[in-house]
Nanobody, 133 residues
């Protein structure tokens, strides 16, 4: 069941910029850590960024540090991924995800976020990003 709606993808040249959005009308994003994953054909999903629920602390994959920025607007219940200086390797489908609620409250944290795509069961359908000259 799709619970997030992503938007903002597109085709850009290397060095270009995109801003992705992730929103939902089904629950308050402030209660969940939100992680962005990138899916490319023939490759495992790759964690791109995560924003922690209770304080907004952000985390990034080494490959996107200093070029990508994750943020949220709690009034709009939306999380954003600002992507700058895009490279061809950034091509893929970007999926917004969260962990389902659990007694250990792991869904509020970005712990092990980059390698546990299967553990993030709340997802959208993704938005396609293509970086090509």
């Amino acid at each position: 069941q799709v619970q997030f709606v992503e938007s903002g993808g597109g085709s850009v040249q290397p060095g270009g910029t995109l801003r992705l959005s992730c929103e939902t009308s089904q629950f308050a994003l402030r209660a969940y850590a939100i992680a962005w994953f990138r899916q490319a054909p023939g490759r495992e999903p790759e964690g791109v960024s995560c924003i922690r629920s209770y304080d907004g602390t952000t985390y990034y994959a080494d490959s996107v540090k200093d070029r990508f920025s994750v943020s949220r607007d709690l009034d709009k219940n939306t999380v954003y991924l600002q992507m700058s200086n895009l490279r061809p390797g950034a091509t893929g489908t970007y999926v917004c995800t969260a962990r389902t609620k659990s007694p250990d409250r792991l869904f509020r944290h970005c712990r092990l976020w980059g390698t546990q795509f299967d553990g993030f069961g709340i997802r959208g359908q993704g938005t396609q990003v293509t970086v090509s000259s």
